[in-house]
């Protein structure tokens, strides 16, 4: 009798040695590859396992431990991985579960099994592919220990002592033969096992690095679930509402549960999982999701008026910027598809997320309305981005057509053609123009007037550019294009000087170009070619002494030395000034001062301009009272 036993243990190994022989021949289609990815995912398919009993409700605490020699260890308080016989492999199931490839996962086992992995083979694949294993196995009663190298048993199961303690213990240290590196990152695991704490709410695990001089250990629990996910990765962001939005829904054995939470920002962040598998291929789940969102968002933004009848629906992106959210769904035959058997293929789980979400984010909205209003607010404004962007980019088709243009009448060029010699002056106002232009050195200098009726900075959208008489002349001149065309090789002249009056039409100009720059042009300021020419706001005369103060503490420095018979003038604009005094006091760069525009000031005009085009009037007042003013940086 025993001698038959003994018989089929030895077929039974014979079978099982060829099946791991094959893992070690091809590890790449077991764990993907033998590179750092390949290594980790060994620690994962054990954890898995733990995980399973998890959520099988049997363990609430799992141990994960990278080893002083980058062995790991795995401990739970489940039930143990079974240690009776194997009716037809006439060994303990364990042994089994370690020793066999097809074991074809739990013996009748039901619930939500991590069925995309390896099929229940996990535990076999990393004994194969590690150069010892040793299991342990506590009943409550005994301690049950087999230990493997290389996938083959090397001793039998055996109890190796007492305990009152139930669960499984699995220490393996990767194969040096097998793996490229076998150094373990803390880091990697650690993101996982959090992962895995957020989708199994209540469980307890720790993960410990004994490597590390310094004892790294963290211990992870949410009783949140997905809520806690969502709020750890808006962690560092601004979140618009401080409740995250939780719904969750069932059908026919399948479970969906989804945690949201919308933030400043315009990323869209959809993490998504089936059965606790990160399926970073999307699949149904995110379709169903995004089909709703989409829907319950319009609907809603309809019903309450804030969508007039006029008003195109607001697009999946729209109602997706900067929201940040967990879709979770457990089936019980999970369809993993695409490149890497990361994409969710079941439709019917399309079905339950969508009236999921339709049917309870609806409702949630209706009790609150302060949260929804936020949401269809931050869509709306994303909407309109989108429509803005969308002019911008028809707008540069027609550049082609620009770049052909001959440079505006308005130009007065310069004779020289290297970039890295010349300027040219954006100057307001005819006649300051004319001072310009006479008053400059033609050889490196040439002068843009602007001229015509100052732009109504309310009705002037930037998005229609191609149709704004001070703009096109302003893109010809430089030669670089806008947007996605722009080419910084191609810019015409090394400095780009922004000559404006001191006044308010003055600032709606220097607004208007910095902002232009700012959207269009922006390699412009990143690379410091935009200045703004400061011309001088006195001219103090005595006898025959002229000199020029810039700001009110230069004029009371100036009339202080000059002493009393002093005369003042002050210049409202640059036309009061003849040519020579503006190249005097304003284009010499032997005497003028010019700020380099930085991109805080550009993103500060960007924001002015903002008000300035915005309903709100008290801005717009304030911001023409005071004036504002965006230059910080002096360049000479
Ligand atoms: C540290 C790794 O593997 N725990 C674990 C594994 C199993 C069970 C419990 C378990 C499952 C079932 C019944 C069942 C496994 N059992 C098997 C098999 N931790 C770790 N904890 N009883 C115990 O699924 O029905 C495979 S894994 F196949 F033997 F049942």
Known sequence: MSEIIQKNYDENQIQVLEGLEAVRKRPGMYIGSTGPRGLHHLVYEIVDNAIDEALAGHCDEISVTINGDNSITVIDNGRGIPIGMHPKMGVPAVEVVFTMLHSGGKFGGEGYKVSGGLHGVGAAVVNALSEYLEVEVYDGKNIHRQRY???????????????????????????????????????????????????????????????????????????????????????????????????????????????????????????????????????????????????????????????????????????????????????????????????????????????????????????????????????????????????????????????????PGKLADCTDRNPENTEIYIVEGDSAGGSAKQGRDRSFQAILALWGKMLNVEKARLDKVYGNDKLMPVITSLGTGIAEDFDITKLRYGKVIIMADADVDGAHIRTLLLTFFFRFMRPLIENGHVYIAQPPLYKVEKGKIEKYAYNDEQLSQITAELGSGVKIQRYKGLGEMNPSQLWETTMNPETRTILKVKMEDAVAADEIFTILMGDKVEPRREFIESNAKYVSNLDI
């Open 149 to 407: 190298e290389r996938g083959k048993s090397v001793t039998s199961l055996t109890v190796v002592g007492e305990t009152s303690q139930k669960g499984t213990k699995v220490t393996f240290k990767p194969d040096y033969q097998i793996f490229e590196t076998l150094d373990f990152d803390y880091e990697i695991l650690l993101a996982r096992m959090r992962e895995q704490a957020f989708l199994n709410a209540g469980i307890h695990i720790t993960i410990e690095d004994k490597r590390a001089e310094a004892e790294t250990k963290t211990h992870l629990h949410y009783e949140g679930g997905i809520r806690s996910f969502v709020e750890y990765i808006n962690r560092n962001k601004e979140a618009l509402h401080s409740e995250v939005i939780y719904v969750s829904g069932e059908k026919d054995g399948a479970m969906a549960e989804i945690a949201m939470q919308y933030n400043d920002g315009y990323a869209e962040n959809i993490v998504s999982f089936c059965n606790n598998i990160h399926t970073t291929e999307g699949g149904t789940h995110e379709t169903g999701f995004k089909t709703a969102l989409t829907r319950v968002i319009n609907d809603y933004a309809r019903k309450m008026g804030f969508l007039k009848e006029n008003d195109k629906n607001l697009m999946g992106e729209d109602v997706r910027e900067g929201l940040t959210v967990i879709v979770s769904v457990k089936v019980l035959e999970a369809q993993f598809e695409g490149q890497t058997k990361t994409k969710l293929g079941n439709s019917e789980v399309r079905g339950l997320v969508e009236s999921t979400v339709s049917e309870k984010l609806h409702a949630f909205f209706e009790e609150n309305p302060t949260i929804a209003k936020i949401v269809v607010d931050k869509a709306m404004t994303a909407s309109r981005a989108r429509e803005a962007a969308k002019r911008a980019r028809e707008m540069t088709r027609r550049k082609s057509a620009l770049e052909n243009t001959t440079l």
